[in-house]
């Protein structure tokens, strides 16, 4: 048993280290870290300096530029990434339809889209939720019918994250109404700009603009842009959900959130001492500290099951992950707005360029509030906490 | 980095899991209990034969040369086992300080006794004012002649009663919590002036109220200068405790499951119902979160750097206390009634588990001491 790191590992992180904070643009790590909201050209240039890197798909197979790494060094990558504040690759293209269209897609199909997923050339939002199918995903209604050589497609789609930036969405239809409710879905790709298509925005609790709702009236898409088969897709939809989970708890992005926390408390006063020298503060940050440390093992300990694992078939105990890693990244968006204290209060639109206006309160206080109120959302999106509790219930606990 | 334990750490694991299976179920462990001595003298003999009470010692000194992932391998069974043993009290705490603080003499003359199993040794160190505090001692040491003589009163010596030696903590210079000035001395546990109250904890195990009055005693090591190994030992009794708690827990654990899938309320098993899942679920992450915690204590208590392997220590019982209260109270409300019995077993992991949160500086103690330091993450 040995928690220290290989020479190799240690020189790879080293490296991935190096360049996410000398090659990835400071201004834009700077705006990740005071919790921003990135343009969709900030998220397009650091996935197109990854990928020029070779670093953008790492976990793809190699023959669409995948790198075979270990679970060890796709950990290190994204702890790194993750401390350095650097956006990471578009998850709707690089974790979630890129791998389908690697796993089940037409060889042209490959061709055609996964350079540009890779690339972000072709920007993906994911359309799977529905006003009716939450958590009860396979409960969706979207209709897919068949006429000729199309696809009519007739529904809504909800939650469809930067659907605002998206080229093309990949979603989840019915195409056999009659079949039990898993069996009649299929996996199609629907360019954004067909006729019939409307995106409305979903103002979430911080004012910010992230999801959308996405209506098909009549949307006719070519037949050849089924993935795989027919009523096949909730399989698929499985096997990217798997996917899904690799790295889910951001531990890095904790620790960077917690050190950044450190520094705040220690430059704000209140009366004659920093908040960091108050107790109960020092004793909250502490415990965050130490539960963060248990998810730390917790993580390398699935990361060192993952030897021998199929792929796109994640380990239950990876449930604890996100269950855990998000209750300690809410806690740390609580612990920020509390440093701020009451210069949490303005709402502040997030300034123009060319603004003068000078920031009301310290400058890091204006998305101290909206980032708390944006990030209960971790514990919902991804498969909701309870929904991660029943899947160890029944594949761990056997209940 | 991996998890993997080696061959012969697999055969250590195997072999005490089995001692447990065997010698060490619900009913024996109530026959055991009955001894006079509150534990087995049978299951002692076990232990040397095993070469369990010879584990962190130098094979050069007839020991097995584990370190502290062979300490918590042993630890994580005998919390499962649920031991009434001096296993803690006597190579752990007292056997620690021999290797840290003793002479080469001293250990050759001490440890070949205790790893046949025909010496048990108990450290007195707390004293009623000191609650966690590991400097505070007032009991005191002197020179007589070629012999040192001690005064004072310990307390809660664990296994203090059925020791035949006591190793003590006692000043020979400085005020109640001064770091300087301590000295580690040995005493038989029958000499003229000692004084034992011996009596059951709440957990079933033993421990003892010593009072020594002018006690003739010989000195472990150079006196003045054994509080960083008194603290070391510490340490490593914290990451002991703490694989001995996941040990516990994940029986409990394991107990509650059986529990919930065999109970039939309503006309079915309680654990269809989803509010009894997700409350074992919880449970399920305590557990983890400690089993993750106990292994970092682990891999920790050999650091040479004190500051670091304390912060180590303090973290990781923060953690085994919060998550050990947790899963234990949850333990009990989902047994409902029975639970709350002395016939079954659910309790018993329960005050042990709670009791390990009071040992060596409860939950708040080292989250204070841990906030104090700076935190976790430097």
Redesign the interface.
Known sequence: MDLSFTSDEIAFRDEARRFFRTEIPEAIRARAAAGEHLAREDIVTCQRLLNARGWAVPHWPREWGGRDWTPVQVYLYQDEMQRACVPPPLPFNTSMVGPVIAEFGSEAQKQHFLPKIANLDIWFCQGFSEPGAGSDLASLRTSARREGDHYIVDGQKTWTTLAQYADWIFCLVRTDPAAKKQEGISFLLIDMKTPGITVRPIVTIDGGREVNEVFFDNVRVPVENLVGAENRGWDYAKFLLGNERVGIARIGTSKERIARIKRLAAMEQDGERPILEDRRFREKLALLEVELKALEITQLRVVANERGRARGKPDPASSILKIKGSEIQQATTELLMQVVGPYALPYQSEPEAGSNEPPLGPEFAASAAPTYFNWRKISIYGGSNEIQRGIIAKAILGL | ?????TEE?RLLRESVERLMTDRYDFEQRRAHARAPAGWSGEIWAQYAEMGLLGLPFAEAEGGFGGGP?ELMIVMEAFGRGLILEPYLASVVLAGGLLRHAASAEQRAALLPALIAGERRLAFAHAERQARYHLADVATTARREGGRWRIDGEKSLVLHGDSAQQVIVSARIAGGRRDRDGIGLFLVDADAPGVRRRGYPTQDGLRAAEIGLDGVEATALGEPGAALPAIERVVDEAIAALCAEAVGAMAALHALT?DY??TRKQFGRAI??F?VL??R???M??EL???R??A??A??MAGEADADARHRAMA?AK??IGRSGRKLGQEAIQLHGGIGMTMEYKAGHYFKRLTMIELLFGDTDTH??A???AG???V
């Open positions: 980095m991996d998890f993997d334990l750490q992932v499951l919930l899938k654990g269809e989803q899942q997700h074992a679920v919880d399920f992450v983890e979160q400690a993750s915690m292994m970092f682990a891999l973290a923060v953690q989250l204070a841990l906030a104090e935190g976790l993450l």
